[in-house]
């Protein structure tokens, strides 16, 4: 069972930064992919950000060029940096461990959450 473990949200003004981080609590010999996803009050839950294995990322439209994703295997984590922060980005983020996709459902595991708020 893997246990996930985000952390870094909080309430930032418009234009500013934030880093998620997401620990794992188990580790494996393989490198699944990992992923971020945001939840707006309101809305279903989509994707932001993916991170294969090996390194290969993936954006969303919407935060590409603002936002990078990362990770460091040996410390079994995932980061999010997030930057040129807008009010749109105000969210409820999870990271998720699974395949190298933008669906939610092929995410076996998920963190339980951090909010983000971003203030205009």
């Known amino acids: 069972q893997v246990q996930l473990l985000e952390s870094g949200g909080g309430l930032v003004q418009a234009g500013g930064s934030l880093r998620l981080s997401c620990a794992a609590t188990?580790?494996?010999?393989?490198?699944?992919?990992m992923g971020w996803f945001r939840q707006a009050p309101g809305k279903e839950r989509v994707f932001v950000a993916a991170i294969s294995g090996s390194g290969n990322t993936h954006y969303a439209d919407s935060v590409k060029g603002r936002f990078t994703v990362s990770r460091d295997n040996a410390k079994n984590t995932m980061y999010l940096q997030m930057s040129s922060l807008k009010p749109e980005d105000t969210a409820v983020y999870y990271c998720?461990?699974?395949?190298?996709?933008?669906?939610?459902?092929?995410?076996?595991?998920w963190g339980q959450g951090t909010q983000v708020t971003v203030s205009s």
């Open positions: 998720a461990q699974g395949r190298f996709t933008v669906i939610t459902d092929t995410y076996d595991y």
């Open positions: 188990s580790r494996t010999l393989s490198r699944p992919a």
